[in-house]
Structures are given as C-alpha cells and as structure tokens.
T-cell receptor, first 113, second 114 residues
C-alpha cells in the first residue's frame, strides 16, 4: 500500500547546525510530496512541496528534492534557528479514485541556543 | 491560500456527553477533512466532509460516533458523540482548494474527556 516513513525523533541540534530529516515513501503511482510543519499549539502548515521527479521544493531556507529512484524526499536546512523547533511531517498525495493524503509519523526538532 | 478557524479551541467534557466542533474557512475550498491527532503522534483521517451529502468515513470511524455536516463550501462540523476518555485527543479540520494539492489546517480543538 501507500505509506510514508520518516526518521524518528526527537532530533536535537545546536543553533546554526545542519539539519537533515529523512523521508521515504511507497506509492503505487506518481504522488505529490509535501513537508508540513507544526509549531507548538498550532495546526499544520505547508512548508514546501514537489509534484514531480527531480523537483526541488524550498521555503524559509528549507529544501527537499523529489528523488524517484530512491523514493525519498529528505528535508534539509543549512543553518537551523531556535525558531525552527517544531514537528515536521512528510506527506504524499495520490489519486486513488479520489485524492488521499498520507502523513508520516512526524519528527520533532529541538534547536538549542 | 485559506485561513481556517475552529471552535472551541479546547474543552473538557464528561463521559457520555457529545461535543460539536465547528470549522470555518475564509474562502471556498473543494475538499474538507477531519483528523484526529493523539499527543506526539501523527494525523489519523476520520472522514472527508462532502458538501451536501454524507461524509466519507475511513476504516474504524462510523457516522453514529462522528456525525459530520458540511452545508456549504466554507463550513463543516464534527460531533464526537457519547464520549469516553479514549476520545481525548486533538481534532483538526483541513481544506483543499485543489484536490491533491496543499491542505490548509485549522489550529485544532483539544478535547479532554473525564
């Protein structure tokens, strides 16, 4: 079936460190891929997305590249800030006779000053 | 984009009672969804709210327990019926303008059932 697997957290980094959160997917077809972020006490909001192979989504210094050959969509940021502390969800959307979005388990990120 | 609000933001309820959560979008959306999120966990889709017709429920969720209404393209309600402590969770509403594209989420309703 269709699924999303992302690295377990929590991830704890110092400010200005490099961030990678791994995400791989299984899908029957060609999904769109998303990263959502959830700040404490809030709902999810879109961080970035990519709709086809080799597309790179980027926003607020975060990047992720749609890799069809490795079925991956890893999230990266070169220099994290304390304000990036949140939970990050990888997700895919696929038309299975109606679009469904499938979310990963989420990865909590703590950034220390 | 779309801005989604939910009411109430939180509530504490007694077992056996029901709570209705409202979801309001500031512009028309094609699809609306209701999710449940246990603390520290991912989202579980409860149902897709269909405008003017019955909601489409995911496996493990039934209309008698979670009746949903969607009278128009900007509003939906979810009722959690005959509540038990196991229903304590965060309930999130979301909307899509284009199917399969970005979902816009409300801030969630935090429910505690005693």
């Amino acid at each position: 079936g269709n699924s999303v697997t992302q690295m377990e957290g929590p991830v704890t980094l110092s400010e200005e460190a490099f961030l990678t959160i791994n995400c791989t997917y299984t899908a029957t077809g060609y999904p769109s891929l998303f990263w959502y972020v959830q700040y404490p006490g809030e709902g999810l909001q879109l961080l970035l997305k990519a709709t086809k192979a080799d597309d790179k989504g980027s926003n607020k210094g975060f990047e992720a590249t749609y890799r069809k050959e490795t079925t991956s969509f890893h999230l990266e940021k070169g220099s994290v800030q304390v304000s990036d502390s949140a939970v990050y969800f990888c997700a895919l959307s696929l038309d299975t006779g109606g679009f469904k979005t499938i979310f990963g388990a989420g990865t909590r990120l703590f950034v220390k000053a | 984009s779309a801005v989604i609000s939910q009411k109430p933001s939180r509530d504490i309820c007694q077992r056996g009672t029901s709570l209705t959560i409202q979801c309001q979008v500031d512009s028309q959306v094609t699809m609306m969804f209701w999710y449940r999120q246990q603390p520290g966990q991912s989202l579980t889709l409860i149902a897709t709210a269909n405008q003017g017709s019955e909601a489409t429920y995911e496996s493990g969720f039934v209309i008698d327990k979670f009746p949903i209404s969607r009278p128009n393209l900007t509003f939906s309600t979810l009722t959690v019926s005959n509540m038990s402590p196991e229903d304590s969770s965060i309930y999130l509403c979301s909307g899509e303008k284009v199917p399969g594209e970005t979902q816009y989420f409300g801030p969630g309703t935090r429910l505690l059932v005693l």
